[in-house]
């Protein structure tokens, strides 16, 4: 166990568009706090949104949602109360749930009252997204060598001996399953997923774990529709090749309309496909938004109304870790696959260019806090995990 530093390094958008390395004063924690030492952040196509000031005005921000680490320090009360001691590997959630408010109290926490920007409220609760740097300690972000967790954080012991590059995806994987249970996935059911990225890749694992019958995943890049079949599709169906879609998801659900589809295109044509393709009274879980205005266009033509689907957006990630952390832990899927670029802290501008740029079939690129950069890390073209396991 190294000592706690007395700074912690941050990456920071000041403001629209800016992004620097700075440093903060890291505060012994109070009694019912945890320090977190962040070993590994992923970079979420909502950090770039953020950056272009997509969402809000969030600044000066330190982003970064999807961290893993280590308790690095926790007060007496933390320790007697969550039972962690330092060098615990950890995830904390998102969302920082105030645990009082009527939302709360339902187990609907990612609609947390004190969280709803829509009521003028001056800072949210989500790490790396709402609440500024501005706020005291002012280490509310993942892309940083240490995170603040008190009293209200959620916080999970993550598995013995679990790899960072899989631990790292609890966050993504959380927000699956979140879909998976707004769509009411279960034994037998036929689910749809539209859109093979990160997310929908996991999708398609969270819809396999939770006992689908037959999973399809519709996209329209050859590769990452072969990766969602070794994450649990049953079949794909490459959009751009098919003549019609429709009909080709159904030859690959058996001759049946599916019962759940998941849309994590995050496109608004998606949303539209979703209803072509369920059952009559089936359920279309909107999951592919990051609260970059992607508008719902949803026709209100005879598709939607003679299938009377349900139409159920799906938020954050509440209720998702526990079975998330627990699916991470079965060696059978290939999740640290989903981690294809590395990089150091200082490199995080490198990182969202190649994210921009699309470069090298970036899935999921990370940030590894403790690193440092150097030369060969900066153009990481290769996916650095192709050998492993
Ligand atoms: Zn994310
Ligand atoms: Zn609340």
């Given at each position: 166990m190294s000592a706690v530093a007395r700074t912690s390094r941050q990456v920071v958008f000041?403001?629209?568009?800016e992004l620097r390395i700075e440093s903060i004063p890291v505060p012994e924690p109070g009694p019912d706090d945890v320090l977190v030492r962040i070993a590994m952040v992923g970079i979420c196509a909502t950090d770039v949104h953020l950056l272009a000031g997509h969402i809000g005005d969030p600044f000066p921000l330190v982003p970064g949602h999807e961290f893993v680490g280590e308790v690095a320090a926790i007060g007496d009360r933390a320790a007697h109360s969550r039972g962690f001691g330092v060098g615990d590997r950890v995830a904390v959630e998102m969302l920082l749930p105030c645990r009082s408010c009527a939302r709360c109290r339902e187990g609907?926490?990612?609609?947390?009252e004190r969280d709803d920007m829509a009521t003028g409220l001056p800072r949210g609760r989500q790490y790396g997204v709402?609440?500024?740097?501005?706020?005291?300690?002012?280490?509310?972000?993942?892309?940083?060598?240490y995170l603040h967790a008190p009293a209200e954080a959620i916080v999970h012991r993550l598995p013995e001996g679990i790899a960072w590059e899989r631990a790292v995806l609890v966050e993504p994987l959380a927000v699956a399953h979140r879909a998976i249970a707004r769509g009411r996935v279960t034994t037998g059911d036929r689910v749809v997923v539209i859109g093979p990225g990160p997310v929908g890749i996991l999708i398609a694992a969270a819809a396999r774990a939770a006992g689908a019958g037959r999973v399809v995943m519709v996209g329209t890049r050859a590769e990452r529709l072969a990766l969602a079949t070794d994450f649990g599709a049953d079949a794909t169906v490459d959009a751009r090749r098919s003549e019609d879609v429709a009909a080709d998801v159904r030859v690959a659900l058996g001759g049946a309309s599916a019962d759940v589809v998941i849309e994590a295109a995050g496109v608004a044509t998606a949303q539209q496909d979703a209803v072509r393709l369920v059952r009559r009274g089936g359920r279309v879980v909107?999951?592919?938004?990051?609260?970059?205005?992607?508008?719902?266009?949803?026709?209100?033509?005879e598709d939607l109304l003679t299938r009377e689907p349900d139409i159920l957006p799906s938020f954050l990630s509440a209720g998702g870790f526990e079975p998330a952390i627990a699916l991470l832990a079965?060696?059978?899927?290939?999740?640290?696959?989903?981690?294809?670029h590395r990089f150091a802290l200082d490199e995080a501008a490198e990182a969202f260019d190649v994210i921009r740029r699309r470069d090298?079939?970036?899935l999921k690129a990370v940030l590894e806090p403790g690193r440092t950069a150097s030369p060969e890390n900066t153009f990481p073209e290769k996916n650095q995990n192709k050998e492993n396991r």
């Amino acid at each position: 166990m190294s000592a706690v530093a007395r700074t912690s390094r941050q990456v920071v958008f000041p403001t629209v568009d800016e992004l620097r390395i700075e440093s903060i004063p890291v505060p012994e924690p109070g009694p019912d706090d945890v320090l977190v030492r962040i070993a590994m952040v992923g970079i979420c196509a909502t950090d770039v949104h953020l950056l272009a000031g997509h969402i809000g005005d969030p600044f000066p921000l330190v982003p970064g949602h999807e961290f893993v680490g280590e308790v690095a320090a926790i007060g007496d009360r933390a320790a007697h109360s969550r039972g962690f001691g330092v060098g615990d590997r950890v995830a904390v959630e998102m969302l920082l749930p105030c645990r009082s408010c009527a939302r709360c109290r339902e187990g609907r926490y990612n609609l947390c009252e004190r969280d709803d920007m829509a009521t003028g409220l001056p800072r949210g609760r989500q790490y790396g997204v709402n609440i500024p740097r501005s706020e005291a300690p002012g280490l509310w972000g993942g892309y940083a060598e240490y995170l603040h967790a008190p009293a209200e954080a959620i916080v999970h012991r993550l598995p013995e001996g679990i790899a960072w590059e899989r631990a790292v995806l609890v966050e993504p994987l959380a927000v699956a399953h979140r879909a998976i249970a707004r769509g009411r996935v279960t034994t037998g059911d036929r689910v749809v997923v539209i859109g093979p990225g990160p997310v929908g890749i996991l999708i398609a694992a969270a819809a396999r774990a939770a006992g689908a019958g037959r999973v399809v995943m519709v996209g329209t890049r050859a590769e990452r529709l072969a990766l969602a079949t070794d994450f649990g599709a049953d079949a794909t169906v490459d959009a751009r090749r098919s003549e019609d879609v429709a009909a080709d998801v159904r030859v690959a659900l058996g001759g049946a309309s599916a019962d759940v589809v998941i849309e994590a295109a995050g496109v608004a044509t998606a949303q539209q496909d979703a209803v072509r393709l369920v059952r009559r009274g089936g359920r279309v879980v909107l999951a592919g938004a990051c609260g970059a205005a992607v508008p719902v266009t949803l026709h209100a033509d005879e598709d939607l109304l003679t299938r009377e689907p349900d139409i159920l957006p799906s938020f954050l990630s509440a209720g998702g870790f526990e079975p998330a952390i627990a699916l991470l832990a079965r060696p059978e899927v290939p999740f640290e696959r989903l981690v294809t670029h590395r990089f150091a802290l200082d490199e995080a501008a490198e990182a969202f260019d190649v994210i921009r740029r699309r470069d090298g079939g970036v899935l999921k690129a990370v940030l590894e806090p403790g690193r440092t950069a150097s030369p060969e890390n900066t153009f990481p073209e290769k996916n650095q995990n192709k050998e492993n396991r």
